[in-house]
């Protein structure tokens, strides 16, 4: 788990479309990662 002011590593996640993006195509902007643990689960 990254702790506050710790840079995210570099990823790269297809979109809805099946397009690739890179967290590092994003430098210099500002970027919010939502992160939903229950996706795709029972319940």
């Known amino acids: 788990m990254l ?3 710790i840079k995210a ?3 790269e996640l ?3 479309d099946g397009v690739m ?3 590092s195509d ?3 902007k ?3 990662l ?3 643990p229950k ?3 029972p319940g």
């Open 3 to 5: 702790e506050l002011g």
């Open 9 to 11: 590593p570099d990823f």
């Open 14 to 16: 297809p979109d809805q």
């Open 21 to 23: 993006h890179k967290l």
């Open 26 to 28: 994003y430098a210099g």
């Open 30 to 32: 500002k970027v919010i």
């Open 34 to 36: 939502y992160f939903y």
């Open 39 to 41: 996706d795709n689960t």
